[in-house]
């Protein structure tokens, strides 16, 4: 494949990813205050909560299989991707390595970063498969936990969804059924085509700039909002103020 131009930002994805970033900040601050003691025990497992962070998550994940065709879908820009996906899985590796210090067993093995670092690989592959092909394994992704329930329990296949084992890490978000959004918004993508309307640059305001802002460093927002909510919740329950 050839090389192509990096394509310029497009307002609507990344403010897209800053409201999926303020979302994802409102859980985990609920899921702070669980941990302190402000909220009920078992609040964010409630329906509804575990319902808001799966759309949180599967937000996220589908824009990234969105921004993979559009970066790449015309001709994979390898220095690019691979640069991408070295920071992507070095704050995977990061993540894994400062959950199982703070957290112990409940550490994060496989949490969105390694979903999307995965997935990114596997979208290499349908870059140039025809649409209801990519669609057909969004699908198949989607349905495969269930199809082979029970028949794969084994300790190594843990990581892929796949097995019926209970997990306990704070955060898992495994290849199955994780690759369905991811393919989802690669076939969305391809669909409309990287002309579409939808993915023209628009002229940039002053408040649409900052609106975007925390979407264009979404991982360095990941990396760092429990860093500031978690002292910040213990801070403010410490003083009695929550």
Do not use: C, N
């Not at 349908?126 to 349905?143: C, G, K, S």
């Not at 329930?149 to 796949?162: E, F, M, S, V």
């Amino acid at each position: 494949m050839t090389k192509t131009a990096a394509r310029p930002r497009i307002l609507w994805i990344d403010t897209a990813r800053t409201v999926a970033l303020l979302a994802m900040a409102v859980y985990h601050t609920g899921f702070d205050l669980e941990l302190f003691g402000r909220i009920p025990p078992g609040t964010m497992m409630e329906p509804g909560w575990r319902l808001f962070a799966r759309l949180i998550a599967g937000t996220f994940i589908a824009l990234a299989g969105l921004g993979l065709y559009l970066s790449h879908g015309q001709g994979i820009r390898w220095g690019a991707f691979w640069r991408r996906f070295a920071r992507i899985a070095g704050a995977a590796l990061l993540v894994t390595l400062g959950t199982t210090y703070l957290l112990g067993d409940e550490y994060i093995f496989f949490g969105i970063l390694h979903s999307i670092a995965l997935s990114s690989l596997v979208g290499l592959l349908f870059l140039r498969m025809p649409v209801p092909v990519t669609l057909a394994a969004a699908v198949l992704a989607l349905i495969l936990p269930r199809l082979v329930a029970g028949h794969l329990d084994l300790p190594w296949l843990i990581w892929t969804g796949l097995t019926t084992f209970p997990v306990y890490a704070v955060d898992f978000v495994p290849p199955f059924p994780w690759l369905a959004p991811f393919l989802a918004g690669l076939a969305l993508a391809k669909a409309l085509g990287p002309g579409h309307p939808l993915f023209h640059p628009r002229p940039q305001t002053r408040a649409s700039r900052i609106l975007g802002f925390p979407g264009r460093h979404s991982l360095a927002f990941y990396l760092i909002h429990q860093l500031v909510l978690f002292p910040l919740v213990y801070g403010l329950t410490w003083l009695g103020l929550i």
